[in-house]
């Protein structure tokens, strides 16, 4: 299995938390977001991934090669094809709940602080593309805090970490870069400190990713 990425991309850390998760064995392959006008956009890669996105994910099965984009889809093939342990819940209900918690981050947040649209704003207008960025964190995370508020146990949601801790500490991540306040989020900070309890999340820091050191 083949997982190619970006080690400060939040989807892509998303996957490897969910990798991390269920110890599952793979290989890793940096796409550079940067470099060379952003590797993304090569040749190559688009022939893999027309998005021109990270993360993907390939693997082989029965003799066949398959690829696998977009995060959530990429996390919930992992919990289908390795249902244990779960980073999902037993009921329906939670299941939902969990879900929403990931959405709320993954459409409602991550799509309007991305590379791809910085580079649009600071190419095409003078919006100061931090603050706006910036701003829409700001808006999820609030969201986030209040929807989690009434949660007894120490992640999102429950008592082991889930599809909707491995979509919220990478954008807890995001937020420090872009300089969002993040100190009235109690709950916020309580479930990123019960995560990094956990091996996965240290695992897949994106300062432990090989790719790490020459992007700096």
């Keep these: 299995m083949k997982l190619y990425g970006y080690w400060r991309s939040s989807s892509s850390w998303r996957v490897r938390i969910g990798l991390a998760i269920k110890e599952i064995d793979y290989t890793y392959v940096p796409i550079h977001l940067v470099d060379d006008g952003g590797q993304q956009h090569s040749e190559e890669y688009r022939a893999m991934n027309p998005m021109r996105q990270v993360p993907l994910l390939q693997w082989e099965e029965d003799g066949q090669v398959h690829r696998l984009a977009q995060s959530m889809a990429i996390l919930e093939y992992l919990e289908e094809a390795h249902p244990s342990p779960s980073f999902l819940a037993e009921s329906q209900a939670r299941?939902?709940?969990?879900?929403q918690l990931a959405e709320l981050v993954n459409s409602g947040i991550q799509p309007l602080q991305n590379l791809a649209v910085i580079q649009k704003l600071k190419a095409e207008s003078d919006i100061d593309a931090r603050r706006w960025c910036?701003?829409?964190?700001?808006?999820?995370?609030?969201?986030?805090?209040?929807?989690?508020?009434?949660?007894?146990?120490?992640?999102?949601?429950?008592?082991?970490?889930?599809?909707?801790?491995?979509?919220?500490?990478?954008?807890?991540?995001?937020?420090?870069?872009?300089?969002?306040?993040?100190?009235?989020?109690?709950?916020?900070l309580a479930i990123e400190e019960a995560c990094f309890d956990h091996r996965a999340f240290q695992v897949s820091h994106p300062d432990e990713q090989p790719d790490a050191a020459a992007s700096r």
């Design 95 to 99: 299941r939902g709940r969990i879900r």
């Design 134 to 188: 910036a701003d829409w964190i700001r808006r999820g995370l609030l969201a986030y805090e209040q929807s989690v508020a009434d949660e007894d146990g120490p992640f999102s949601v429950g008592d082991r970490p889930t599809m909707a801790d491995a979509c919220l500490i990478p954008q807890l991540y995001n937020a420090r870069r872009f300089d969002v306040e993040l100190a009235e989020l109690k709950r916020l």
